[in-house]
């Protein structure tokens, strides 16, 4: 019981000690147990393992700072038999160690840190005892200094205010002496050709001058500078004049004229008409190029002689102008913009005449290089220039060449297909080999349809150029909405294939027209081409436009079901006239086998007339040619199915027979297929 006891004194914290009959010992125990809590972050109930919530003035509270040994020992007298009273004790016992073991881990685990703790203070001590010392020997040298420096100022005062005047008579001296050797200076600079210096040293010595021109002295100075430098501004005026130096050079002669106080709207007049004449020197360079004579550049290096050439001339005097006649307000600038605007216009016209010699080409890469740079040059002067709309200008031409463009490529798509139709026609109407066949409509279809297919996709990979993202006027607007919907979709593609079906009705005229010397099978060649575009080329054209070409214009289209519809209603014309075209020919066979013969004198029929075989074999040959095409021939060609178009006919000898004996006619009727 005594153990027990004497046990939860250092129970009471890790720091607490079980010796020392001290009065004050659990005061020093409770502090340093809360010391190690504050350390580690613990409350008092966290410290102890259990959840924090008992009264903290509970005398009978192992852990609580108001802990009473006699309290808690008689109230575990009361309340504990001796079993309990043995546990407590063998419990208490463990605690004892277990803190006793807490303690010993925590002092060696930062024993380190306890002997730097102190190594660190002992050093601090020191260097602050030094440091003291250190700053009172500074003050002492301060103090020393403050009045060494105070005696010396006292002592050379008088000598200071008297060099402080020497110093400004001596610099006196040395402005009356820059005076009185201005003349010479000017003089010898003039000679020299150092006009620039001789500028700046009038420039330095004009206030003073003209202050003192009243001295008689400063007055005769003041002549002479001014006799110097009117004969230095007429050589300055001559040398510009003369105009065989650079635009840099005449912009520094004009500079100094400037400076010199020679009027700047005489001078502005001066400086745009030598620019006006060495800028014409480039144009007629350019002009030259052009000639009937010399072959011209290409587009490209024309191009670029033109943009290093006029347009780096015009960026230069722009410049120049802007910085040295910035004084002329809006006026100048006004003055500026007319006079790029008319040179400007004529190197345009001059651009637009060269580029007009390439609209015969088939090949855009070239020419949009050659527009990409005309376009890039003309960001510097459009940017100096606003006023003068240069750049708006050279986008309209861009836009315009774009445009010319398109309707080449059109024009170039529709000799394709005549030339196509062309190829067909010699095709059919070349004589046949014996034992060797000619090609069939089926490949003369595919070749027409392959060759016309393979010119649009290469149109439009032409034409993509002018969108590619880097070229610099592809994000205009025209080039993002107004090129793409209404130039290539419908004036190109929907265009080319109006034009198309324009060309095949045209060879549904009469047949004392054009249409009597069309051959039949181009007719019925057409007629299927039409319909095979209704299906489905008409569709894979529009979308591969659409997605070469994003579209970002609002503007009305075309919708593919029109353009399907003409495509239908062409070829049904088609396919109409080749009957009647087919039917005339048999009728007029046949009349004219009835017409020459002598039938009172002609004897009892025996046999089939030669020209009933004739009928029958061209019938039968018109079968071959059309019920294929119809989708009710053999199944080994592949023309697709008319059967579910409205296009859908009676084809072939039934059609003919029909053509040839009206219903109302006493001809017996003919069956297709029959003997």
């Given amino acids: ?246 635009a840099p050079e005449q912009a520094e002669c004009v500079e100094l004229l400037l400076a010199l106080g020679e009027p700047a709207e005489e001078l502005c007049e001066e400086f745009l008409a030598h620019a006006r004449g060495r800028l014409e020197e480039e144009l007629s360079a350019l002009e ?76 855009n890469s070239l020419l949009v290089r050659a527009l990409d740079r005309f376009h890039r040059r003309l960001r510097a002067p459009g940017a100096l220039l606003a006023a003068a709309g240069l750049a708006e200008a050279a986008t309209e031409i861009v836009e315009r060449v774009a445009r010319e463009r398109l309707g080449h490529h059109l024009q170039s798509l529709q000799a394709a297909f005549l030339g196509c139709l062309t190829d067909v026609r010699q095709a059919l109407a070349a004589p046949r080999i014996a034992g060797k066949e000619g090609p069939g409509l089926a490949e003369l279809l595919a070749n027409v349809a392959t060759s016309i297919l393979s010119h649009i996709k290469a149109s439009l990979a032409s034409v993509h150029l002018f969108t590619a993202k880097e070229v610099s006027f592809s994000n205009k607007p025209y080039f993002r909405g107004e090129f793409c919907s209404q130039g290539v979709r419908e004036g190109l593609i929907v265009g080319f294939i109006r034009s198309m079906c324009q060309t095949a009705q045209s060879f549904c005229d009469s047949p004392g027209e054009k249409g009597g010397a ?48 003409e495509a239908r209603e062409t070829a049904r014309r088609l396919l109409t006239h080749y009957v009647k075209v087919q039917g005339l020919v048999i009728s007029q066979m046949l009349r004219k086998s009835v017409e020459t013969r002598d039938w009172l004198s002609s004897l009892e029929p025996r046999n089939v007339r030669a020209v009933m075989k004739r009928v029958v074999e061209d019938t039968t040959a018109i079968d071959v040619q059309v019920l294929p095409r119809a989708g009710q021939g053999s199944p080994n060609v592949s023309w697709g199915c008319w059967e579910n178009s409205p296009l859908r006919m009676e084809t072939g000898a039934a059609r003919l027979c029909l053509h040839l004996w009206p219903p109302s006619s006493s001809a017996p009727p003919f069956h297709p297929g029959g003997s």
């Fill in 518 to 565: 069309t051959p039949p099978a181009l007719l019925l060649l057409l007629s299927r081409l039409c319909l095979d575009y209704e299906t489905a080329t008409i569709s894979y054209i529009l979308t591969l436009t659409d997605e070469q070409f994003l579209v970002q214009d609002q503007s009305p289209v075309t919708p593919v079901s029109t353009l399907c519809a």
């Fill in 1 to 246: 019981m005594a153990a027990a006891a004497a046990g939860p004194g250092p129970g009471s914290g890790p720091g607490g000690s079980p010796e020392g009959p001290e009065a004050d010992a659990p005061e020093r125990r409770r502090k340093a147990h809360g010391m190690l809590k504050l350390y580690y972050g613990l409350s008092e109930g966290e410290a102890a393992g259990r959840p924090v919530g008992p009264d903290p003035l509970d005398p009978t509270d192992l852990n609580g700072a108001h802990f009473d040994p006699e309290v808690y020992l008689d109230k575990l007298r009361r309340e504990c038999p001796l079993a309990q009273l043995m546990d407590s004790e063998t419990d208490m016992v463990r605690q004892i160690r277990a803190l006793d073991s807490d303690m010993q881990t925590l002092v060696y685990e930062n024993y380190n840190k306890f002997i730097s703790a102190t190594d660190t203070i002992r050093k601090m001590k020191n260097d602050f005892r030094k440091m003291e010392d250190e700053m009172d020997r500074l003050a002492t040298n301060m103090a020393v200094i403050t009045d060494f420096s105070a005696r010396i100022s006292a002592t050379l005062q008088d000598r200071h205010e008297r060099i402080t005047k020497l110093a400004g008579v001596h610099a006196l001296l040395r402005k009356l002496q820059f005076l009185f050797e201005l003349p010479s200076r000017l003089t010898k600079c003039v000679e020299l050709g150092a006009y620039g210096q001789a500028v700046r040293y009038q420039g330095r010595a004009r206030a003073v001058l003209q202050q003192y021109q009243h001295l008689p002295s400063f007055r005769a100075i003041q002549d002479d500078c001014q006799v110097i430098t009117a004969r230095l501004a007429q050589q300055l005026r001559q040398r510009f004049r003369e105009g065989g130096s650079g």
């Fill in 288 to 363: 030259a190029e052009l000639g009937p004579s010399p072959p011209a550049p290409d587009v490209l290096e024309f191009t670029d002689r033109g943009g290093s050439g006029f347009v780096g001339g015009l960026c230069q005097v722009a410049a120049a102008y802007q910085e040295l006649f910035a004084a002329q307000g809006p006026a100048g600038a006004e003055k500026l913009a007319a006079f790029a605007r008319e040179l400007g216009s004529r190197y345009f016209a001059l651009v637009e005449r060269r580029l007009a010699q390439e609209q015969g080409g088939s090949d």
